[in-house]
């Protein structure tokens, strides 16, 4: 393993205003996720009023999921069009009205409709988060912005049962209500984007002290980059295929975690709670430290190529205890090494999500995000019908499920390594 040297002078970090940036995106994902998790919660009632059955969930359900996946595509691409603070602005307007299609649902396809709108907008929540954060941080430090960014996932699902809360309990609104009154998230949402975002040049508050900080490793060609090239280049296909491997975990924790304890452990849904918030929590933190831990090693000289490699496969490290996990006795044992495996995959999205900034021209980032968003999405689909007929096959085991996840991490780090095997910035060939 080599340490890189710089000859370039050495340029201090000055000013904050970026960070207000990263809280701006922070809440941002905290809404995307309050919108995307409040139809699960409230699930069980819809389904007793409206009459649902099993598998007119599901397909609600994948109707989002397949909005989610190919709006990436789209997003992807209108963030590079029209920039994050237009694309983003289309996009939060877009996931708002979706959000509040649910309040006027009244049958399966209604709410299928209502998913397929807010899917499609909230594909353009991670283009814009990774695009802003390669406008607004240096290479060195943009992994860790991007952790705190990426933390606010759970903190979204962890709020959105108090958030039910206070519309239906306190407010004593109906669940058709509490869709509809909530959408005033979204639109304040807007308002802020619109109000405090912009780049850092066009910004007006940004000193030249933290300008130069930001700019100072930015080397990068100026080409647009379309789809025809972008799909042709090798380093798409890297980030595509480990969004592809490893994305399907976190849609599996998220989706199947609460339904695991309940049959494995034979506690209801207010037992579950705790551990739940327990295991994001840490997942919080994983998100942060592996984010801190790429950028502390670029700033102490190490190339981008071995800060981040390194730090995903120690991330993958972390995930190898869920292969201990199916069949422990002890509940809080298993909390703990399944909280474990969410940080290590959090530390290792963090560090993901950062590596199409290190290789692609800002106006490119967007897309080669919505591609590998897509891929993931795809992946989540085969992961959610794939965990069905195992857990059909073995009796409810989740033995070779785990195993699997244990597995990919590794795989997506060779992918990476094998398809760019330094992350230097590609080169554009004309035609």
Known sequence: MTVTTSSEPAIRKAGRYRWLIVALLFAATMVNYIDRTMLGLLSPMLGDELGWSENDYGNIVTAFQAAYAGGFLLMGWMIDRFGPKIGYSIAIAIW????????????????????????????????????????????????????????????????TGPTLWFFMTWLDLTWRETFIYSGAFGAALLLLWLWLYSNPHANGKVSD????????????????????????????????AAKFLTDPVWFLMLFWLPKYFASTYDVDLSVVLLPMVIMYLLSDVGSIAGGWTSSRLMQAGFSPNVARKLTMFCAGCCVLPLLFVNGLDNMWLAVGLIGLALAGHQAFSSNLLSIPPDMFPRRAVGSVIGLGGFAGGIGGMIMA???????????????????CCTVVYFLAVGAIHLLSSRLKPVEIVPG
């Open 209 to 240: 002290e933290e300008l130069a900080w930001i700019e100072h490793d930015r080397t990068e060609q100026v080409e647009k980059l379309g789809w025809s090239t972008i799909v042709r280049t090798r380093e798409s296909w890297a980030f595509a």
């Open 96 to 159: 708002t009205v979706g959000h509040v299609m649910h309040g006027f649902a009244t049958s399966v396809l209604s709410f299928m409709i209502a998913r397929i709108v807010l899917g499609v907008g909230e594909a353009g929540h991670f283009p814009a988060v990774v695009r802003a954060s390669s406008e607004w941080f240096p290479q060195k430090e943009r992994a860790y912005a991007i952790g705190w960014m990426n933390s606010a996932t759970t903190i979204g699902v962890i709020v």
């Open 385 to 403: 019908k794939s965990t069905g007929l195992v857990l059909d096959a073995t009796g409810g085991n989740y033995t070779i499920i785990f195993a």
